[in-house]
């Protein structure tokens, strides 16, 4: 029995998807039932995280904005700077490897996100005005041509 208060996407205006009976109230009740997929610790872990590192990305970045032939060059003349290669390399690897499974997070919470808002019938509103305020920094730029 629900309260009041429950969500449902029954009420919602939005068209349906043809996905089978009561698949909409399906995956309701699954991610009601959901426990919080983060735990506060590891949210600060990934906080501090966050926070703390960068160099390797920095530095990666900087060496982007090189052309090849100065990298490649300097690369094989230079040891230190081969040195310093190396370890923006290795610290590069980790780096995608925690951000790989940051993006996997944050699509976990982009989920449980679009089904609260998907319970209400101005969905489409809160949407707009959600876009219409946030920042053009907040948004993915394209990379030279790698976007």
Excluded: Y
């Excluded at 919602?12 to 610790?41: I, N, Y």
């Excluded at 490897?97 to 509103?125: G, Y």
Aim: glycine fraction near 6%.
């Amino acid at each position: 029995m629900k309260t009041a208060n429950e969500p449902t996407i029954a009420n919602s205006t939005r068209p349906r998807k043809k996905h089978g009976p009561h698949f909409e109230e399906k995956m309701l009740a699954r991610v009601m039932a959901m426990p919080a997929p983060l735990g506060r610790d590891e949210d600060k872990v990934i906080e501090a995280r966050l926070q703390t590192e960068g160099i390797a990305r920095r530095c990666a970045l900087a060496m982007l904005t090189k052309p090849g032939k100065f990298t490649l060059t300097h690369a094989a003349e230079n040891r230190a700077f081969a040195e310093d290669l190396a370890m923006i390399f290795v610290g590069l690897k980790d780096a995608a490897e925690f951000h790989a499974n940051l993006a996997k997070t944050l699509e976990q919470a982009e989920a449980v996100l679009m089904f609260a808002l998907a319970q209400r019938s101005d969905m489409q509103e809160l949407l707009d005005h959600a876009k219409a305020e946030s920042s053009p920094g907040a948004k993915a730029v394209p990379i030279g041509g790698w976007a």
